[in-house]
C-alpha cells in the first residue's frame, strides 16, 4: 500500500496522560498536514511541514501539541496533558509535486478517546 | 465570517438516479476547490477538483460545477450507486493559503 499510513487506528486514553500518533506520508510527498475532526464535522486543519520544516500552526494547536517531521519523511503528533475534549479524528495528509494547486491525499486517521 | 458551509446536510436518492451535492463558499479569494468523499472509519477521498478559472469539469460519473458569481459550488453524481453512500465534503483553498478549509459535510445515502 503506498497511500498515507497513520498509526495506531485507535487510541484510549485517560485524561492527563500523553499520547503520540505517527504519519508515513506517501513516499515521493514533501508537504505533509495534520488536521483534527470532530462528529459531523469536516476536518479542521492543524499544522503544515514542507520537508522537515513546520511552516504553519492553527490557533486550534495549543501548547500541549506539539509535531514534528525530523527527517522530512514520517511525521509525529503528541498531545501532552490530554482532555476530554481532545477526543476526535487526527488526520494526517500529504501532497507532493510542484504548482500551487495540490490535492491531498489523507490516511485512515487515529481516532482518540480521552476518558 | 468566512466559511465553506453545504446547504443540506444529508440527501437520499434512489439507486441509478443522478445526485446534486451542492456547498456555498463565502471567501471570493479562493482559487481552488476539492470535492472529497468519506466512508464511515475512513479519511477523506479525493473525488474531484476544479480551479476558479473553470466553471465545469468532469470526471468518472462525477461533474464539478463552479459558479463564481454567487460563490456556488455543486458535485454531480450520475447514476448513484450504494458505494456512493458517504459524507461529502467540499475544500477550497484560498490564495496564499498552504492547506484546505472544508465544510461541515453532505450525507449522502443511496436507496436500493
Known amino acids: 500500500d503506498t497511500g498515507v499510513s497513520q498509526n495506531p487506528r485507535h487510541k484510549i486514553t485517560k485524561r492527563g496522560q500523553n499520547v503520540t500518533f505517527r504519519c508515513d506520508p506517501i513516499?515521493?510527498?514533501?508537504?505533509l498536514y495534520w488536521y483534527r475532526q470532530t462528529l459531523g464535522q469536516g476536518p479542521e486543519f492543524l499544522t503544515y511541514f514542507q520537508n522537515e520544516a513546520q511552516l504553519e500552526k492553527s490557533r486550534l494547536l495549543s501548547d500541549r501539541f506539539s509535531a514534528e517531521r525530523p527527517k522530512g519523511s514520517f511525521s509525529t503528533l503528541e498531545i501532552q496533558r490530554t482532555e476530554q475534549g481532545d477526543s476526535a479524528m487526527y488526520l494526517c495528509?500529504?501532497?507532493?509535486?510542484?504548482?500551487?494547486?495540490?490535492?491531498?491525499?489523507f490516511g485512515s486517521g487515529t481516532q482518540l478517546s480521552v476518558l | 465570517g468566512e466559511s465553506v458551509g453545504l446547504h443540506l446536510p444529508t440527501l437520499s436518492v434512489q439507486e441509478g438516479d443522478n445526485s446534486i451535492i451542492n456547498c456555498a463558499y463565502s471567501?471570493?479569494?479562493?482559487?481552488?476547490f476539492i470535492w472529497y468523499k468519506q466512508e464511515s472509519g475512513k479519511g477523506p477521498q479525493f473525488i474531484i477538483d476544479i480551479r476558479s478559472n473553470m466553471d465545469k469539469r468532469q470526471g468518472q460519473r462525477v461533474t464539478v460545477l463552479l459558479n463564481k458569481t454567487v460563490k456556488h459550488l455543486s458535485l454531480q453524481i450520475a447514476a448513484t450507486q450504494p458505494g456512493d453512500s458517504a459524507v461529502y465534503f467540499c475544500a477550497e483553498k484560498r490564495t496564499g493559503a498552504n492547506n484546505l478549509f472544508f465544510g461541515t459535510g453532505t450525507r449522502l445515502t443511496v436507496i436500493p
Open positions: 471567501n471570493s479569494a479562493s482559487d481552488y
Open positions: 495528509a500529504s501532497s507532493g509535486g510542484q504548482g500551487y494547486n495540490e490535492k491531498l491525499f
Open positions: 513516499s515521493e510527498h514533501n508537504r
